[in-house]
């Protein structure tokens, strides 16, 4: 069974008599990964305390056989050389540094790749990319969904569906057709992207809602949240890669470091 990796973030949590600091992640992004007959495995945040016991990532990544960048809070700004939004909130550096530098580590490797929310955004901003850090300043009553609302968020923990446009030359394509229903929740989008990422996907208000890298690669980020279906064909496929470099690590295993 391919094992894939989920990035986790610090937050306080109740555990019966206990409140106190966990790595947490929400139990969709693991049944997600069960369902589409991947074993998850949680990878916890970095210490905030600034201590040099970083992780290694070439062998964080080799012990694995894919990756899921998890949603969250904001990305710092300055990790795209931008000030920050009177929006921009629930900023961890410590975990930026790790899943830009997971992003980075897979992508030489050949870690297969699925970038959600969040980690769609760190994709981006890990190859030169920057953001849009709140939409809403950037749209008008027209691109609302209908009822002038924001199509991309609903109120505080209540996802807004609504459609995208995928291009018919996209990898993504191949995957969920042209056209798809999705589960949203973000205030920021996607500025300029860098390579090897392009933008596969837009909404109704032409903001960008996907991207990929070319070639043979899984290098895919989206920023809805698929984790929300109860069956989805991204995380179908995440699995179906993961477990074609799980074989190819088993049966080569000379390439492990340099897969």
Same mark, same amino acid.
């Given at each position: ?5 989920? $990035?986790?973030? @610090? ?11 966990? =790595? !947490? ?10 369902? +589409?007959g991947?074993?998850p ?7 905030? $305390? ?5 992780? #290694?990532?070439?062998?964080l990544?080799?012990? *694995? #056989? ?8 904001? *990305?710092?700004? +300055? ?16 975990? #930026?540094?790790?899943? *830009?530098?997971?992003? @980075? ?24 990319? #920057? ?5 809403? &300043?950037?749209?008008?009553? =027209?691109?609302?969904?209908? &009822? ?13 569906d609504?459609?995208?446009h /995928? ?11 042209? @056209? @798809? ?13 860098a390579?090897?990422?392009e ?5 109704s208000?032409?903001t !960008?809602?996907a /991207?990929? +890298? ?16 109860? =069956?989805? +064909?991204l995380?179908d496929?995440?699995? *179906? ?9 088993? &049966? ?6 340099? =897969?």
């Amino acid at each position: 069974m391919p094992l894939v990796g989920l $990035t986790t973030y @610090r937050q306080q949590a109740t555990f019966g008599p206990w409140d106190t600091e966990a =790595a !947490v992640l929400p139990a969709t992004y693991l049944r997600a990964v069960e369902r +589409a007959g991947g074993q998850p495995i949680l990878i916890p945040p970095w210490s905030e $305390t600034g201590n040099d016991g970083h992780p #290694d990532i070439q062998s964080l990544l080799t012990s *694995i #056989d894919a990756l899921v960048l998890t949603g969250g809070g904001d *990305i710092d700004p +300055a990790t795209y050389r931008a000030r920050p939004h009177p929006e921009t909130g629930g900023v961890s550096r410590t975990r #930026d540094q790790l899943e *830009i530098a997971l992003a @980075r580590g897979a992508a030489q490797l050949g870690v297969p790749v699925l970038g959600i929310c969040r980690g769609c955004q760190i994709l981006n901003v890990a190859f030169g990319g #920057d953001l849009i850090q709140h939409l809403p &300043d950037r749209l008008t009553p =027209a691109d609302a969904g209908g &009822d002038g609302l924001d199509i991309h968020r609903g109120g505080p923990g209540c996802f807004r569906d609504h459609e995208v446009h /995928i291009s018919d030359k996209s990898g993504l394509s191949r995957i969920l057709g042209t @056209r @798809r229903r999705i589960r949203s929740y973000h205030h920021q989008g996607l500025g300029r992207t860098a390579q090897p990422m392009e933008p596969v996907a837009r909404a109704s208000d032409s903001t !960008v809602e996907a /991207i990929e +890298a070319g070639g043979e690669s899984f290098l895919l980020g989206v920023l809805w949240h698929p984790e929300e279906e109860e =069956a989805s +064909a991204l995380f179908d496929k995440l699995v *179906i890669a993961a477990a074609r470099r799980r074989r190819m690590r088993i &049966d080569n295993p000379e390439t492990k470091e340099n =897969a």
